[in-house]
């Protein structure tokens, strides 16, 4: 059969693509492939920006976070430096068990035909793709962080990875209501997270870059070292079956998006902040914005025009964030660095919400932020 547009994994990039798509041209033919039966798990700290939801909401997505309680702290600390301040607006803390199957559940509601394919290959010629037995006009990769579908149209690219472990626990009472992270001193950038699912568990997890290792990547009797290191109790008691690691493709200086029909989205374009891991609202951004590009490509009667337009978009809403958590994640190699940032967020409640927005949204380093730096920075290199 031919579609008008194939989509490669029914996570949040997939499904917000065939929303994307659906939501501008509602009798579009989308077929959403995914080698998994929903609902399933994904090894994710399940934090929920705002933005994920304001993002949902222009393609008509609403009542994701139903029955799910907004976390409203957020603590940070490295060593005896810490601040702990209420956020400008709540996150959510979502098992992706449940909020995939809720966005593929609205995808199929709005018209996208869901089926369990593993996809091995992508072949494009002149006229379309083929893929999984299946002809498209336009594709979506956003088959994460392996994806097929990237290998097959850019090949294997370098890109810097960390690698995350994560399990559920109780929730200890220091934790609740509150997303807290804890950032290693075994080696730059790391941390410990501990996020309050609000339903009595809790998303406990240690993660690290790699490549600057020496002797290989950390095993996982360190990382569970790490974790109980700085955050006492938190590999006590998990559920069991709950303890994964995950590799995360982390977004670098410039995002790269090739010309033709062929488009890549969250995970899959290599798109993780690389100074807080985060990556949901990423792909629920990027998803969107390759299901509209793909539409108005078809309405034009130019599938290879897909590309070009998607990656003006992306480059338009992301660009200069890239940049700036780029560089952010660069200096928070720097332990002082990251102290200087946590002081700077204890001084000022404003420069405490830049950092967030830098972290969760499209955020940057403003003149405000850089300046608590550079005063933290200053005063700790005074006698």
């Given at each position: 059969m031919s579609w008008d547009l194939v989509v490669v994994g029914a996570g949040p990039a997939g499904s917000a693509a065939a929303l994307g798509a659906l939501s501008a041209e509602p009798g579009l033919r989308v077929l959403l492939l995914d080698r998994a039966d929903f609902p399933r798990d994904k090894v994710c700290g399940d934090g929920i920006a705002p933005h994920v939801f304001e993002a949902l909401a222009g393609a008509g997505v609403t009542g994701v976070a139903d029955g799910w309680t907004p976390m409203r702290r957020l603590e940070l600390a490295l060593g005896d430096a810490s601040v702990a301040r209420p956020l400008a607006r709540p996150v959510w803390v979502i098992p992706r068990e449940v909020f995939d199957a809720r966005l593929v559940e609205r995808a199929v509601a709005a018209g996208a035909t869901l089926r369990r394919t593993k996809v091995d290959g992508v072949a494009v010629d002149g006229a379309g793709v083929d893929l999984a037995g299946e002809r498209a006009e336009v594709v979506v990769g956003a088959d994460g962080a392996h994806s097929v579908v990237r290998r097959a149209l850019a090949g294997d690219r370098p890109q810097r990875r960390a690698l995350a472990l994560r399990g559920?626990?109780?929730?200890?009472?220091?934790?609740?209501?509150?997303?807290?992270?804890?950032?290693?001193?075994?080696?730059?950038?790391?941390?410990?997270?501990?996020?309050?699912?609000?339903?009595?568990?809790?998303?406990?997890?240690?993660?690290?870059?790699?490549?600057?290792?020496?002797?290989?990547?950390?095993?996982?009797?360190?990382?569970?070292?790490?974790?109980?290191?700085?955050?006492?109790?938190?590999?006590e008691d998990g559920v069991p079956g709950s303890w994964k690691a995950h590799h995360l493709p982390l977004s670098g200086w410039r995002w790269r998006q090739p010309d033709g029909r062929v488009l890549l989205a969250g995970d899959a374009s290599g798109l993780v902040n690389p100074m807080t891991g985060e990556g949901i609202y990423y792909a629920v951004a990027t998803g969107l914005a390759a299901g509209r590009a793909a539409v108005t490509a078809l309405r034009e009667g130019d599938a290879g025009a897909a590309?070009?337009?998607?990656?003006?978009?992306?480059?338009?809403?992301?660009?200069?964030?890239?940049?700036?958590?780029?560089?952010?994640?660069?200096?928070?190699?720097?332990?002082?660095?990251?102290?200087?940032?946590?002081?700077?967020?204890?001084?000022?409640?404003?420069?405490?919400?830049?950092?967030v927005e830098l972290g969760l949204g499209r955020g940057r380093i403003t003149t405000r932020l850089a300046g608590g730096l550079l005063t933290g920075l200053a005063n700790r290199s005074r006698p």
């Open positions: 559920y626990v109780p929730t200890r009472p220091q934790w609740e209501g509150a997303q807290v992270i804890r950032y290693g001193e075994r080696r730059q950038p790391s941390y410990a997270w501990a996020f309050d699912r609000g339903d009595g568990l809790t998303n406990v997890g240690y993660g690290e870059l790699l490549g600057t290792e020496r002797g290989g990547p950390p095993t996982r009797a360190v990382m569970t070292e790490e974790l109980e290191r700085l955050l006492p109790g938190a590999s590309g070009a337009a998607y990656r003006r978009d992306v480059r338009r809403l992301l660009g200069t964030h890239l940049k700036h958590t780029a560089t952010a994640a660069r200096l928070s190699g720097v332990p002082r660095v990251v102290v200087a940032g946590i002081e700077a967020a204890r001084r000022d409640p404003h420069a405490f919400d830049d950092l």
